[in-house]
């Protein structure tokens, strides 16, 4: 006997089980594709996540757990029979504590709008995925998004002071606290940050705010005539003593293809790449000038000062200009910060020798880049040509320190590929987590880690 | 037969086994004392680490790690009968790299050695507990210790990028990355960190620099009626623009301690508490003249500048002041910082209700305050009595949303009272990574979770 009757008994309505549905609730943004429809979606309100939780664990149904379903490594996508489990309904913002700089949401918050409610205490949440304005909270943190404030205010993990937790068992745990310091057990916030569902599902969370920076602010436009030499920019700009709000990259077709998406005047003028920094406050202008002067010292062609809207909504949009133009697969690498013009150079090197285009946009000053290998000929599928050509640049991320995920997370994407950056030894501790917080292998299974 | 012959076989003259330096090795700096001898010492050097762990292991002998043996919570005292890893010679700083601006250093090393190799590169190690001159960073690791600048700076688990460790089994894993974003993997590094050596041993880190703040420094001295005043302005410090440095409160009784032991000229003069601040950078200036603006009206009799070392010394010594006075039992509550003033009001009533003084300082723009239970008669002995009013302080603490611990840890003192923080499924959870980290149950048991 189908155990989905029992399912819908429970939840009623909030159990979606439509063709059109199951297909609707079935992708994510990412190039995975899944490889089956989902048995149900349940659209959780309330205390319906653990009910669901519980159901699916009594079931043996593999569980995948979406938000806005901007996730760009296959975190989301459903597995065939199994069960989704949205938690875009739980879309509250259940208080904002400006006294103690805290803010209480649901997990299905989209992100832009708790920064938009914490600003009318003058307050802010800092971390600003390029999705914040569709992706939730809640999916934020579970793969410990970054953005482009991240480099001034750190990733989502640093804006986490607790969690509201359902675990495969049904059961509910809350980590954290409110207060600044905490050392009573484990960091279990932490762990939960960037699991990618593979733990538990988290519902709710305590998120920090800070003061929203006030004063001056200026933004400068680098042109340089090597993505290189951009790279030797950042990696000056970020072992000085200036702190930037944001140190955006893109490269000249990246540029180019967000031109033709959404024009906003924005040009390399022929430059290699563009740098675009921001610095806000007192010392915003005295910080241009050393940003300037390094950059230049670095190679640039031109620094100029710009507004700032137009070339961060430029940033913003780089995903879907790119995306628009046909298939890719695109890259989430991390390195020390001294290797970023090491790791440009070796991309150009890649898309020479393959022939490919390889246009990168990157949160520089983190450290964060996203190289796309643009998929050749006619084909509207990835090909494996593509991946391979993406695996050449990953390995060479790992050989020079990097990571192969700065901020989109393992999904099923680079599920196969952990072995590349963890040792059995460290692989094994890992699987110990998962295997003892979800015994029957349901949360997001084959995923993560 | 005894298998110690087999761990001096291994490890040569690693190894004690001297009365004398059993009983050495015995005590850390807490109330706590040894219930017997441990069986031996281990002077890790090199990869002894892992040895002692496996002989351990394989004959189920209880482990207890210390650097210093600086920890107030019980953590590093040994077992009757257990092995003692001392990791105080493992103390090298293997490389300062200011281009990535990490330091990679072995657990030993004195924390205060670490900032002084930063400061030859303009750099910083910014976690900077009032031990920071005598604990080990692996210590601090251990607890994830605060210190004065973690105000602005964060505290320990904010610096740390990567760490090795030594599991029970004793394989060797290695978490985190260089890298300043890296979702590959559960943030195993924030697991370790505070895990006060229940999980695995912590033999190195990657530890993470910042610039060296530079500029303008000013420092004041504010003197407050009652200590409720002086929570006030501390919460309308940190609920504004401006950041500070370092944001200290110390209370009459404190101050009185402190000039006994180690004379500087502080005074409360008469004042209740005195707040001790300092700004650095462009912007001191107009910070003080903010601070002083918020600290009169909260209610300040005088506010004024003062010679930082001084002050900041002032506070370190703390803690050896009021223990030179007898004995006392001392708690490390932290508070969310709108509750600051509702704290030190209980405090107060706490005291006059119980008739005995209760001198407080504290990290107080974190939240994080140490007040002292004074043993009352001629007892050299901890009594029973100040226990049960330092379980007032507890939970008051806990009522008004605090933590029993803000960055000494839980070690032995607090082990039994975890119930009242944590509820019963959280508690569930993190003694399932105990026990899947620690299957037998020889790292530091009963200790922290």
Redesign the interface.
Known sequence: MSPLPDLIRRLGSQVLTDPADLVGYSSDASRARPEGLPAAVVIARSSAVAAAVEWASSNYVRVSVRGSGTGLAGGAVAYPGGLVISLAELNKIVAI??????ADVQAGVITANIDRAAAEHGLMYAPDPASSRESTIGGNIA??A?GLR?VKYG?T??SIAALEVV?ASG?????G????????????T??F???EGT?GIVTAATVRLR?RP?GTTVTFRAAFPTIAAAGRAV?AIM???VVPEVLELMDRTSVELVEKFSPTGLSTDGAAALLVGQFIG??ATSDLEQATTMSRRAGAISVEQAEGDILLEARRVSSRALSAEGPRVSSDV?????RLADMFEAIERISAEEGVPIPTFA?AG???LHPSVIVRGDSDEVSDDAERILDRITDTALSL??????????GSL?HGS?AK???P??M???R??K???DPKGILTPGRG?
Chains 1, 2 share one sequence.
């Open positions: 504590d400006p006294a103690n700089r805290l793969t410990n970054g991240c990733v993990a640093d675990l059961e509910i745990i809350h980590t606290s409110r207060t600044r310091k905490n050392v009573v057990g484990y960091d279990l932490s762990l940050v960037g699991s733990l003061p006030v990696t072992t000085s003593d007192s010392t991390a390195l020390p910060i001294a949160h983190d450290g964060n320190g990097g990571t192969m995920s700065g901020e989109h997370g393992v680079k952990l950056q963890l040792d030894a460290t094994a501790a890992h110990l987590i295997s003892v917080f880690i």
